[in-house]
């Protein structure tokens, strides 16, 4: 099988395009994908060094000695938190701002995360697992019936204090007690969206409010038709205005031999 | 009212009006500080956690207030009374200045000792010098930073509306000034209006009195020796967004809990400008 994946972003109203800080890093082979969806947090200090290290640490993208992708269990995780710390450190710019050394010891940077790992691509029955902190949301949908939601989460636990994934050492003990794991098996047909907060807290209000059509909607967004949806949820007040990422994953029989793109 | 979010688009105003008496030249309590010196350090302080809540990205701070110091009693320049901005330096004789521009010119460096063990220290910008010399023209004072609240109000409807923070040692001495007594003055400048609200005029009366009891945010003024009762009458009640900010500073601010404070320390006058200056911010 292979895994069709596409990423949509809109930035905060009132903010320029280049201050959208989520973040999201997709790859594939013909037997496994892997993605992560990273949402940088408002308060958060530097935070766009920290999205951009995380998505490429996660797929083992950056040129580090010790840059594994990480295993997505407990220790493997601890571990790669721990390095991301390290790493975040090491590689802190040098400034001699005293306002900016003051921000960055006192605030340092955080975001939320949802890691996910497809493996079975070459079989017949890949399965997923994913890991999370904080409020980014994975949705399995299957034959337009939601299968799973992960994290858990319902209409009214979108607060503004997320777990997160933060660069103080002080902060890794309850990341590791606030980690969450699901998996799941996988079939042709099937759609995974993985969304950061603002639109993750809509498609689970909609879905709560049996909005009709809602995954046929989102299976078939074009990025403009992304964009108008945004806005005009944000227009009626049904959407926070923040920085908001969809990816949506189809799963296909077999990888098309020809792609179109259109401009 | 008062629900307003800062941001760069609806940027807030905060001002500080600072007693540069003769009186101020008097030791603060036990603290090794005169009342001019640890004030002003206060007031750095202060405006050193308003650069960083404006710094979100590295390189530059973001636009999210205009901070205007004004100080009443002896002006640096003439050495005669009056009001002048306290600002020196690059922002020497600025009134409002973008939080930008204060961040890009402090006058002078002082040395902080590090937290972390062996540490170097830390060199923390400032941008006011402690002064002290002739009377109190506090109605003055009001009068100057309302002139000033009132151009910007005028200019920004969709914002916070404008804080004024009064630190002083105490009693007025230009009391009627031109024709107006303290309490007009205040009223003056309270009536002037955001579409988010009337401005906030905060009063803390810091003592050199050692061992007072101080108190922050007092709902009555009630057992307050003067002038007390009287900088409580011109201080706005707290918008309830700062009564939640000041108990999670441990103070425990009650409903009808005012802007004001009295025999203030340097630790509860540092509190006072913390819950008096935390507004929400949009990172807009």
Not at chain 1, 52 to 61: H, K, P, V
Not at chain 1, 222 to 227: G, N
Request: hydrophobic share 40%; charged share 20%; with cysteine.
């Amino acid at each position: 099988m292979h895994v069709q994946m596409v990423a949509f972003a809109a930035h905060k109203d009132g903010n320029g395009p280049d201050e959208w800080e989520d973040g999201v890093v997709t790859g594939q082979d013909p037997r496994r994908a892997r993605f992560i969806v990273l949402d940088g947090a408002t308060e958060a200090y530097d935070v766009r060094r920290w999205v951009d290290q995380l998505g490429g640490a996660f797929m083992g993208l950056d040129s580090s000695p010790s840059s594994r992708a990480p295993r997505l269990d407990q220790k493997g995780m601890n571990t790669w938190f721990a390095a991301m710390q390290d790493r975040w450190v090491a590689s802190a710019p040098a400034s001699g701002d005293a306002i900016e050394r003051e921000k960055l010891r006192r605030h340092g940077a955080f975001a939320t995360m949802l890691g996910c790992e497809i493996t079975g691509l070459d079989g017949p029955a890949p399965v997923w697992r994913a890991v999370a902190l904080g409020d980014t949301v994975l949705f399995h949908v299957r034959n337009d019936r939601l299968l799973s939601v992960f994290p858990n989460l319902g209409p009214g636990d979108f607060g503004s204090t997320p777990e997160v994934v933060h660069t103080k050492r002080a902060s890794l003990e309850r990341m590791s007690t606030h980690l969450a794991f699901e998996r799941g098996d996988l079939k042709a047909g099937d759609l995974m969206f993985a969304a950061t907060d603002a639109l993750a807290h809509w498609i689970i209000t909609s879905h709560a409010n049996r909005q009709p059509g809602l995954w046929r909607k989102l299976a078939t967004l074009w990025p403009a038709e992304f964009i108008e949806l945004i806005a005009a949820e944000r227009q009626l007040g049904q959407m926070v205005n923040d920085d908001v990422t969809l990816l949506r994953l189809r799963v296909v029989a077999q990888r098309p031999s020809a792609v179109l793109i259109c401009r | 009212m008062y629900e307003q979010p800062i941001s760069r688009k609806n940027r807030g105003c905060i001002v500080f009006l600072l007693d540069r008496s003769d009186s101020m030249k008097q030791k603060w309590g036990a603290s090794e500080w005169t009342l001019a010196e640890g004030a002003t350090a206060a007031v750095n302080d202060i405006l050193f956690e308003l650069c960083l809540r404006s710094q979100v990205e590295p390189g530059k701070a973001r636009y999210y207030f205009d901070i205007g110091i004004f100080g009443y009693g002896i002006k640096p320049n003439s050495q005669e009374e009056g009001v002048a901005p306290a600002f020196d330096g690059v922002l020497a004789g600025q009134t409002l200045v973008p939080l930008p521009d204060l961040r890009s010119n402090p006058i002078a460096f002082r040395e902080v000792p590090s937290e972390d063990r062996g540490g170097p220290p830390s060199k923390l910008p400032i941008w006011v010098r402690p002064l002290h010399g002739r009377q109190t023209p506090m109605c003055q004072a009001i009068a100057v930073a309302g002139a000033h609240v009132y151009d910007w109000a005028a200019l920004h409807l969709n914002s916070f509306p404008p804080i004024v923070i009064n630190i002083t040692d105490g009693m007025v001495t230009d009391n009627p000034y031109q024709g107006a007594n303290l309490d007009q003055w205040a009223e003056r400048l309270t009536s002037i209006a955001t579409n988010d609200g009337n401005a906030l005029l905060f009063n803390i009366f810091i003592s050199p009195a050692t061992g007072a009891s101080g108190l922050l945010f007092p709902a009555s003024s009630a057992g307050l020796p003067y002038p007390g009762p009287e900088l409580f009458k011109i201080s706005s009640p707290l918008p309830e967004r700062m009564v939640t900010s000041a108990r999670t500073h441990n103070v425990p601010a009650q409903p009808g809990a005012r802007g004001f404070g009295f025999n203030a320390n340097s630790q509860l006058l540092v509190k006072f400008l913390e819950v008096g200056t935390r507004l929400d911010l949009s990172r807009d």
